[in-house]
């Protein structure tokens, strides 16, 4: 699964938003997404994310949230 498709299904799984460290944490935890040089998602690489999807992805009020 791609670092979008996986930060989208850990907002799925929690509404209201999490932070960059909570989708980080829930994506190694779950192995929905694995680096090619197998270290684990930061949440520098969350954040990175996001900001490249802002059709996807708003940030507010600390949290991630998923724009529908």
């Given at each position: 699964?791609s670092?979008?498709?996986?930060?989208t299904?850990?907002?799925?799984?929690r509404?209201?938003g999490?932070?960059?460290?909570?989708?980080?944490?829930?994506?190694?935890?779950?192995?929905?997404h694995?680096?090619?040089?197998g270290n684990l998602?930061?949440s520098?690489?969350?954040y990175?994310?996001?900001m490249?999807?802002?059709q996807q992805?708003?940030?507010?009020?600390?949290?991630i949230m998923?724009?529908m």
């Amino acid at each position: 699964m791609s670092l979008p498709e996986a930060i989208t299904y850990a907002l799925v799984q929690r509404n209201g938003g999490l932070t960059t460290d909570q989708i980080a944490e829930q994506i190694n935890r779950n192995h929905w997404h694995v680096r090619k040089d197998g270290n684990l998602v930061t949440s520098a690489q969350v954040y990175a994310t996001i900001m490249r999807y802002p059709q996807q992805f708003c940030k507010a009020e600390g949290r991630i949230m998923l724009l529908m």
